[in-house]
């Protein structure tokens, strides 16, 4: 039951999520965010979840290859 | 390559007895964390175990507990196992016989309501269950998730 904090924006906790009143960092409930999931049907919900999985491990693999790089 | 609807999609195709719990349940209803596997309470029946093998058999499944080796369950480990965790090419399925602060695949049923899916239908952990499932957890991130599924029951209740 692994879960990142990272969000289905592929945002982390603190980044600009948007308007400042939509977020707190100390509980990461970006309002927003979730009316964009709440709008959404389950099965597109597991879909999203995907595609920030795919974008998530695309930017990991883009930072280890400019490690290595340097 | 990670794809956790498709795991989705073929447990549910194969007519595996499930109930999907964990990260994608709180997924499912709303919480925008990301989860990297799907976590299931099934029946620990040779029988639906043998359908789990089947639903993932060409994804190269193998127990985390024996890497390398391909996943091929005898009737003596289907009689002995508590929980199952694979990985395959798709992504890691978790298969846990009982969920801490539920109870067994019985109980977890009971507590799990069936959502409409394009290829079928599956049945989800509900969020009370969910709830105290995480809170039973309690690690970080189930904290965050607890505070996130709270705040969709909040808005279900108020219409």
């Known amino acids: ?70 | 390559m990670q794809n956790l609807s498709e795991l989705t999609r073929r447990l549910v195709e194969a007519q595996v007895e499930f109930v999907l719990i964990g990260g994608f349940a709180a997924v499912a209803h709303g919480a925008t964390l990301v989860t990297r596997d799907v976590d299931i309470c099934c029946r620990f029946s040779e029988a639906n175990l043998k359908r789990i093998q089947h639903a993932l058999g060409q994804l190269d499944p193998v127990q985390s507990s024996r890497p390398g080796l391909p996943l091929d369950l005898t009737p003596e480990q289907c009689s002995s196992l508590k929980n199952l965790y694979l990985k395959t090419d798709l992504g890691i399925v978790d298969c846990l016989s009982e969920v801490l602060g539920i109870g067994d695949f019985d109980a977890v049923s009971k507590q799990s309501l069936e959502v409409e899916l394009p290829f079928g239908h599956c049945r989800i952990l509900d969020i009370d269950g969910l709830i105290r499932a995480k809170e039973a957890m309690n690690r970080d991130h189930d904290r965050i998730t607890v505070r996130q599924l709270k705040e969709i029951k909040n808005r279900q209740q108020s219409g």
Do not use: H, Y
């Open chain 1, 1 to 70: 039951m692994k879960a990142s904090l990272i969000n289905p924006r592929g945002q982390a906790p603190g980044s600009d999520n948007g308007p400042a009143d939509c977020t707190t960092p100390s509980d990461f409930i970006d309002l927003s965010l979730l009316e964009d999931s709440l709008a959404k049907t389950v099965w597109e919900r597991m879909l999203a979840n995907d595609d920030a999985l795919r974008l998530a491990d695309l930017l990991q693999s883009a930072v280890l290859r400019r490690r290595a790089k340097s």
